[in-house]
């Protein structure tokens, strides 16, 4: 089959995405809070991004090479942390792993994630990030680190926009209950998807498996995609923050960051870098787009600034990097693909995203990513 003319863009591997798997794990994976504005937002403000083509620069061959944390990469963009993504399609973090070694991509695995750290450590390339869920109980916390150092992980994400559980509504209407149960509801869904019904009858329903080690008769019956955080962990604050940076010695990273104030302190702070992200509009629903606040953040910090939420393609790579981003993570496209496609849609994902990067960067003259002009704003 010919992915590139049956699957040119994001899109086509979204739809397809969606007939193949039960509807409350699509409503899981694509679903935003409330009234989705935010999520809608973060794709109307990136359209409202202009870059002025630039004529007449004859042939040359661009350089999607960019530096991050110390380290030259061949792309700009990489893998966010997404709790439950075996859900979506069997073995995926091992095969997001995977898949990012042989690209050469940065993984970050979740904490809520359905594989351990240690499910994964034989097949991490050398660019793995270990995103936590701050727990409350300093054990733990050690614990996690450690176990995220023995598996390899080298840096550190810690994710600060989930202070307290969002409602997810969309989810909650397709039918997930609370404790977990396999309702007729369900298996209806279920039994339209034959395919992933049938690999997840081999593998087993996926869990939050990092969690067994610290679960109490508490955390055992949360729904599949719960965040067990919610009853490990804590609303972190800045000392937590400060505890984080002195216990992990690799590069660290604070994510969900909106204010250039938050940035500006968090870089006194001694953290490694800055993501920007507003969770794909799934916590906060009078959240701005991560496009509109993107350049007072660039303004507040000399960091490295990663960003994400909303990100279809590589034109959409260009609007944030020309407005200020070192570096692009994508979360939802990453599942969209491999359910699509299996393990084949990462790389398909990778080519599709390099490929719109090298044509949008012929259109602006730019051979590199640093010679991205300047964006603007259409009215
Ligand atoms: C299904 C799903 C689960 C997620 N789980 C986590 C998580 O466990 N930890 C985290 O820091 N972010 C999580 N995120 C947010 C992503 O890391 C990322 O910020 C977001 O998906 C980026 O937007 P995009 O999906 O439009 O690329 C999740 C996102 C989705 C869609």
């Known amino acids: 089959m010919d992915l590139n003319s049956r699957y040119p863009a994001l899109s086509d591997l979204r ?38 083509p630039s004529i007449l620069h004859g042939e040359f061959e661009t350089d999607l090479s960019t530096n991050l944390l110390g380290q030259q990469r061949a792309l700009p963009f990489g893998i966010a942390p997404v709790g439950m993504s075996g859900l979506m399609w069997p073995d995926a973090e091992r095969n997001l792993a995977q898949g990012a070694a042989r690209l050469n991509l940065p993984y970050t695995l979740s904490t809520v994630a359905a594989a351990s750290p240690e499910d994964v450590a034989p097949v991490l390339g050398k660019d793995a ?80 498996r990092m969690l067994d080690a610290y679960a109490t008769a508490a955390t055992k019956n949360l ?25 992990w010695d690799g590069p660290f990273v604070v994510k969900g960051v909106m204010r250039g104030t938050d940035a500006e302190r968090l870089e006194g702070l001694g953290v490694d870098a800055i993501w920007v992200s507003n969770h794909a509009g799934r916590q906060f629903d009078a959240a701005p787009a991560t496009i509109e606040v993107l350049p007072a953040v660039r303004r507040a910090t000399r960091l490295p600034i990663i960003f994400d939420s909303g990100i279809e393609g590589g034109l959409d790579i260009l609007r944030a990097m020309a407005s200020g981003a070192d570096f692009i993570m994508l979360g939802r496209a990453w599942h969209y693909a491999l359910a699509a496609l299996g393990p084949d849609g990462i790389d398909h994902l990778t080519h599709i995203l390099s490929e719109d990067l090298k044509a949008n960067m012929g259109q602006l003259g730019a051979r590199a990513l640093q010679d991205l002009p300047k964006p603007f704003l259409h009215s």
């Open 129 to 208: 990030w270990f995103q936590m869920y701050p727990p409350r109980d300093e054990g733990i916390r050690k614990d996690m680190l450690d176990r995220a150092r023995a598996a390899g992980f080298k840096t550190l994400v810690l994710t600060v926009d989930v202070p307290v559980a969002s409602r997810r509504e969309r989810q909650t209407r397709s039918g997930i209950t609370n404790p977990p149960r396999l309702t007729p509801r369900l298996m209806a869904q279920i039994a339209m998807r034959p395919a992933w019904a049938m690999a997840m009858a081999r593998k087993g329903m996926p869990h939050m």
């Open 223 to 247: 729904p599949v995609t719960a965040h067990v955080g919610y009853l490990l962990r804590t609303s972190p604050d800045w000392d937590y923050v400060s505890w984080l940076r002195d216990a």
């Open 15 to 52: 739809t397809r995405a969606q007939q193949r798997i039960p509807k409350f794990v699509w409503e899981y994976l694509d679903s935003g809070t409330g009234d989705e504005a935010t999520r809608r937002r973060n794709r109307t403000a990136l359209n409202r991004v202009g870059l002025l």
